[in-house]
């Protein structure tokens, strides 16, 4: 059911609660893991309760339509686990920005989904709570961070959901479960209720079975928020309303060196997606972006070194999982072990990249090429408006088959951490499949020009 | 061994006077109960994200404007991590490289002592140790501080009790920090070393912390020197640490401390953009600054007040403005406005923080003065009149007239007082006119009482003098 399939059917006539019925059924019926909590009762009776704002004529946008939240955004009085043993029990006592403006757009909040925990991770497998399976085939990972909000879309068990994209956490999964998604410009969504991973990279972003619905979702959360000063003091161009605009005469250039490092089928669908976007009036250039081979050693320093400062606050002390110990030492040491490991390995990456005698071969140096990177961004954007390189390397990979190597599952957001790094809008398509494993086509544009994406999206899907 | 000299450097945590915190909306009020001034920012909630505090950074602009500094036009905030219970985050947001007030100096004297910076930075919270249990308070947790970090250039435990002074009412006359030592508003830790007099090379130094009030600095800081030489004197070395001052044993002691170098892995604060200020909104900042001690000093000698005066009266920003009120309220002049409100008003004034509590508005002391001025009363009838004010609110024209207290100015009515005294007393008459002049006191008393008070002390004895000197 997509999120465009909703509203025409609540404008004839259909309840909120039946549709709320529906979709509970729909994941009733398949074994995906999308999600981390999925309350009936309190579904049903948000339902009841937007069946009667729509009664009194109140004009609500996205109409009642279920959309899942990614178990990172605070929801109040909802458990935000993050995927983390630390935050099992927590109870957030506010709302995110994105999930208050969902609810004042009418949304029925849906469901909490699945995650690597606190969003590390390339699969859902270092979720605490076991992975999502790909709706597409459940032996393999729907990608992540965000793969349980990319499985419910995909599963088609609600009309959209949010994610977050720190490194590629949308668009790969977006790729992988065969969905669409747009990370938006750095500081373009608030990220306000968004349990931090890596602040300077982190953005909330909408996944969505259609173009159409993820113009819909982001027009509702894009915008200026004063509790978040990271988000830009700038007005939106609705992205619905650039719907239709076509792509006559952008330039869009290929980025050749990436499909080249792609595996063939992925390569070929996007020689694929190319043709269709020139013969819509595309002009393409091939074009290689310079630095972009340090984008990825750059991303996982800096994104670590964020990290492990953002996670110094679960010590057991004032909220989360608290494990006593002999001592303060002891129970910061005893309840900090409770992290998974990979969020355990990324602690300890990012303090030794800001420490004493490591900083300036690390964290100094990383932000040194993340600057490069940007300025590399910015004149090729001289020439040309969009960028297009596959979103991932290959298809979703089998369950289990990276778990044991970090170096091969950090290999699968080679391609999405640049645009991360520079805080472009980016997005991803479904653009092909390799015997039924969706593959994913990325764009990239300039900074809050996600209209323009927006609409070379329409073009690919 | 040659002679020593000390090298004293001070950093002061001073609170910005602010309403709410430096990155959230809950107040910093002083006192409330524990734990409610919080929200999730300052407890720093997952999700929760830093806004800075607008008033904050124009108290920091305004205190570095006032103390010379570089107004930095694009700082920053870093984040400083250690884990500690009173530190919600696990970090503190302070500013390491591109702080707000860079350089800068303190006029202490005849001397000028240079700044290294003044930056802002969020306050940690309060532990509190109770039996075995540490409790926190986070009441205090992210209210707004500025660190102003003085460079090593005092050279005496006096000299460095008179910076804090002096420091402490600078910020208080440009409204950044209300003093409050007691409540911890102003916080100092010193750092002293000892090296042969002439010499350029610094000591190890040691971090005396948590002091609490200015005398304890200066005699934690003379203990030290004493400790330190004592130590060098008998052929050791001082160790680079941190030490407590103990009011007991009146010494500093060692403080419970790592005994690796603490490594706060300082980076840029990804939550906080850059701060940028621009040139018209420093202006404008500058512009809404009330005036500087000295420019008030230079302003009141002008006006002929002494060194003194502008000591007594300047030693509370409140005060000094309810003086600079009550001079622009009366036609007295500055002068006997001072010593009046030195000799008689000041004993009743209360001052919390930044306010000042005087027993009467400068409108009704100025109002009081006029009558001063103009020879309507005299001085020991204002005292009267000015307790009756504070008293009953009411004001000092009323007051006279209610209770008679107008002198009597007429020149007839005051010799024939005299007259009437000096013919019931002949006695002592003649004792005066036989040489014993200091008689007149006896007669200006007895018309005083006469009089009820009335009389112009200083007309009476001139009459006196006068009719007592005649031929007889």
């Not at chain 1, 063939?264 to 020689?271: E, K, R």
């Not at chain 1, 990383?366 to 090729?380: E, N, V």
């Not at chain 1, 369950?399 to 950090?410: F, I, K």
């Not at chain 2, 000591?203 to 005398?215: A, L």
Request: charged share 25%; net charge negative.
């Amino acid at each position: 059911m997509t999120l465009e399939e909703h509203i025409a059917a609540i404008v004839g006539g259909a309840k909120v609660r039946e549709r709320a019925e529906a979709a509970l059924a729909s994941v009733g019926d398949d074994d995906l893991d999308a999600y981390l909590e999925l309350d009936r009762e309190r579904i049903l009776a948000d339902a009841d309760a937007l069946d009667a704002r729509l009664a009194r004529g109140e004009e609500l946008p996205l109409a009642g339509a279920p959309i899942a939240i990614k178990d990172n955004l605070c929801q109040r009085g909802t458990r935000t686990t993050c995927g983390s043993r630390l935050l099992e029990e927590w109870v957030a006592p506010y709302d995110a920005t994105v999930v208050e403006r969902l609810r004042e757009a009418g949304a029925l909040l849906f469901g909490k989904t699945n995650l690597d925990e606190f969003a590390m991770g390339s699969s859902t497998e270092n979720s605490a709570f076991g992975p999502t399976k790909n709706p597409k085939d459940p032996s393999r990972v729907p990608g992540g961070s965000s793969g349980g909000s990319a499985a419910a879309v995909g599963a088609g068990h609600c009309a959209a959901s949010l994610g977050s994209d720190t490194g590629g956490s949308v668009r790969q999964p977006a790729a992988y479960c065969g969905v669409h998604a747009l990370k938006p410009t750095y500081g373009r969504v608030s990220r306000f209720g968004l349990v931090a991973f890596a602040s300077s990279l982190d953005q909330v972003a909408p996944f969505g079975a259609t173009v159409d619905d993820v113009a819909r979702i982001y027009d509702v959360i894009a915008g200026p928020d004063p509790r978040d000063a990271t988000s830009a003091e700038r007005a939106v161009e609705s992205g619905v309303n650039a719907l239709g605009g076509g792509v006559e005469g952008l330039r869009v250039g290929v980025v050749r060196p990436c499909l080249e490092q792609a595996d063939a089928p992925v390569a070929a669908a996007l020689a694929d997606a190319a043709k269709r976007l020139e013969s819509a009036g595309v002009q393409l250039k091939d074009i290689a972006l310079e630095h972009l081979d340090l984008a990825l050693s750059a991303y996982y320093l800096i994104a670590p070194a964020e990290a492990a400062s953002n996670l110094a606050r679960f010590d057991g002390a004032r909220y989360g999982l608290r494990v006593e110990g002999d001592d303060l030492a002891e129970t910061y040491r005893a309840t900090r072990s409770r992290f998974g490991p990979e969020v355990i390995r990324r602690i300890v990456l990012g303090t030794y990249a800001l420490s004493e005698g490591y900083a300036d071969e690390a964290y100094v140096r990383a932000s040194r090429a993340r600057t490069a990177l940007i300025r590399a961004f910015t004149s090729a954007f001289d020439s040309v408006d969009l960028l297009l390189l596959p979103t991932a390397p290959t298809v979703a990979f089998p369950l289990g088959e990276r778990t044991g190597d970090p170096l091969a599952m950090y290999a699968a957001d080679v391609f999405t951490v640049p645009a991360s790094l520079a805080g472009l809008p980016a997005s991803s398509s479904p653009v092909g499949d390799d015997g039924g494993l969706p593959i994913g086509a990325q764009l990239v544009g300039r900074p809050f020009e996600e209209t323009t994406l927006l609409r070379a999206m329409e073009v690919l899907s | 061994m040659s002679a020593l000299e000390a090298v004293i450097g001070l950093e002061v945590h001073a609170q910005l006077a602010t309403r709410t915190k430096l990155f959230c909306g809950c107040e910093t009020r002083y006192g409330a109960s524990p734990n409610t001034q919080v929200c999730p920012v300052c407890l720093g909630y997952p999700g929760a994200l830093p806004v800075p505090n607008e008033r904050a950074l124009e108290l920091a602009v305004r205190a570095g404007s006032a103390l010379g500094c570089t107004i930095g036009r694009a700082s920053r905030f870093d984040r400083k991590s250690y884990f500690y219970p009173d530190l919600p985050k696990g970090y503190q947001i302070s500013q390491l490289d591109l702080p707000i007030n860079e350089g800068g100096e303190l006029r202490v004297g005849e001397r000028t002592i240079g700044l290294e910076r003044a930056h802002l930075e969020e306050d940690a919270a309060k532990s509190m140790h109770v039996g075995d249990q540490t409790r926190v308070d986070f009441n205090r947790g992210g209210v707004p501080l500025l660190e102003i970090v003085s460079k090593p250039e005092l050279r005496s435990p006096a000299e460095a009790e008179a910076y804090l002074r002096e420091l402490r009412l600078l910020l208080m006359t440009i409204g950044v920090n209300d003093g409050n030592l007691e409540e911890g508003s102003f916080r100092c830790d010193a750092n002293v070393s000892l090296r042969p007099k002439g010499t350029e090379a610094f000591g190890e130094r040691v971090e005396i912390k948590n002091v609490n009030s200015f005398r304890f600095v200066r005699l934690a800081l003379e203990a030290e020197i004493a400790r330190q030489k004592a130590v060098l004197g008998s052929g050791g070395v001082v160790l680079r640490e941190t030490r407590g001052w103990d009011e007991g044993s009146q010494k500093t002691v060692p403080m419970r401390g790592k005994e690796a170098a603490a490594d706060y892995r300082y980076f840029p604060d990804p939550d906080l953009p850059a701060i940028t200020l621009e040139e018209a909104r420093i202006e404008q900042w500058r512009a809404a600054m009330p005036e500087l001690p000295a420019a008030r000093r230079e302003r009141w000698l002008a006006a002929g007040l002494t060194d003194y005066d502008v000591g007594v009266l300047g030693q509370h920003p409140a005060v000094a403005a309810y003086f600079d009120a009550v001079c622009a309220a009366t036609t007295m002049r500055a002068k006997k406005v001072a010593n009046f409100v030195q000799s008689d008003v000041l004993g009743h004034v209360t001052t919390d923080g930044l306010e000042a509590s005087p027993p009467v508005p400068a409108e009704a002391l100025g109002e009081l003065l006029n009558l001063l001025a103009a020879d309507t009363i005299h001085a020991q009838a204002a005292k009267q009149v000015l307790g009756l004010m504070a008293e009953e609110g009411i004001g000092a024209k009323a007051l006279v007239e209610r209770e008679g207290l107008a002198q009597e100015t007429d020149a007839g009515a005051i010799e024939a007082s005299v007259r009437a005294v000096l013919d019931a007393h002949p006695d002592q008459v003649a004792q005066y006119r036989e040489g014993k002049t200091k008689m007149i006191g006896f007669f200006v008393g007895q018309v005083m009482k006469t009089s009820k008070g009335k009389a112009n002390p200083k007309a009476v004895k001139e009459a006196a003098e006068r009719l007592l000197n005649e031929p007889e």
